[in-house]
């Protein structure tokens, strides 16, 4: 199993606000409480909450379903919308 391959866009950092099992970490204005703005890097990393595991998340909740490449594709595919937004 390859690692998930995140390109540290930050964007779903930036909208945990978004996600009824990330709406904790919001700091208000949808953003993690967490998140370094300007290094784009989780402040907590090494103990960040499970949800934020994306291996964790797939063992757990989506083996049964999908193959790890399905589950990276589809997940890609929701960066791929969040980055789009991004750049309008
Ligand atoms: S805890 Fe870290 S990985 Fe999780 S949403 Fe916040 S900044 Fe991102």
């Keep these: 199993?390859?690692?998930f391959p995140?390109?540290?866009c930050g964007l779903c950092c930036q909208q945990v606000n978004l996600a009824e099992k990330t709406h904790f970490l919001d700091r208000g204005d949808g953003t993690c409480?967490?998140?370094k703005t300007?290094?784009?890097e989780c402040g907590i990393y090494a103990t960040r909450p499970d949800i934020c595991r994306?291996?964790?998340q797939y063992s757990l909740?989506?083996?049964q379903q999908h193959t790890w490449n399905e589950f990276v594709s589809l997940n890609l595919h929701v960066c791929e919308i969040l980055q789009a937004q991004q750049v309008k």
């Design 1 to 3: 199993m390859h690692a």
């Design 6 to 8: 995140c390109s540290q």
């Design 33 to 35: 409480r967490h998140y």
């Design 38 to 40: 300007a290094s784009k």
């Design 54 to 56: 994306v291996d964790l």
């Design 61 to 63: 909740h989506y083996a």
